[in-house]
């Protein structure tokens, strides 16, 4: 490799963001691409108001970020959450306004987080600065804290079945309500490489 192959590489990995359109699919087949190339994560462009105005709009931006952080990629964002309370989300990276000043410390890693074993989940929450560690094994709990319908979902899609254990987990602080929307907020981690 010549050095100029090697020092471009180097600023690659040291602080790329590529452009993020709002609203753009979110799919792991659309992230992990951009994580192998040594991006460090997106800038979104414009500045976004998400609130209770467009709760899907909102419930689809945060799903992004928490997506994002699954494959390791950061989400640098000016815009504000308007009427939805920030606290469910400080696990992921926040707005900016526009001074630049961030709604929230931007998280160093992500503080909730979701890994999947064979029939069960480990849930890791720190975001009260104790690490606690929760092994959710029932198959109704299982699959609504995996199931990537459910992820981002609006509450008339639930079955009542998956509106039940939607709920209980959002007594637990693992899913939150954006006006008729439920998001999870565990990041589940896929890395790019896998």
């Known amino acids: 490799m010549t ?5 471009a590489a180097a600023e690659r ?6 452009a993020w359109e709002p609203g753009s699919p979110h ?13 460090r994560g997106f800038r979104v462009t414009g ?13 689809d931006h945060l799903a992004f970020l928490r997506d994002a952080a699954g ?6 964002w000016r815009g504000s959450l308007d009427g939805i309370p920030d606290d469910p989300f400080h696990h992921l990276d ?3 306004d526009e001074s630049g000043k961030a709604a929230w410390p ?10 999947r074993g064979p029939g069960f989940v480990l849930v890791e929450d720190g975001r009260d600065g104790t690490l606690t560690q929760t092994i959710v094994d029932r198959p109704d709990w299982v699959a ?44 589940r981690f896929r890395y790019a490489s896998s």
């Open 106 to 115: 931007v998280p160093a890693r992500p503080l909730l987080t979701l890994r």
């Open 47 to 59: 500045f976004l108001r998400i609130g209770l105005h467009s709760p899907e709009q909102a419930a």
């Open 94 to 96: 926040p707005p900016r």
């Open 144 to 187: 609504a804290l995996t199931e990537p319908t459910l992820g981002c979902v609006a509450d008339d899609a639930l079955s009542p079945e998956a509106a039940r254990s939607v709920r209980a987990r959002a007594d637990q602080g693992l899913f939150a309500a954006i006006g008729d929307h439920w998001l999870a907020l565990p990041v």
């Open 13 to 18: 990995r040291k602080g790329l963001f590529a």
């Open 27 to 39: 799919t792991r087949d659309r992230l992990v691409p951009v994580a192998r190339t040594g991006a």
């Open 3 to 7: 050095a100029a192959g090697g020092t």
């Open 71 to 76: 494959v390791g990629l950061r989400v640098s």
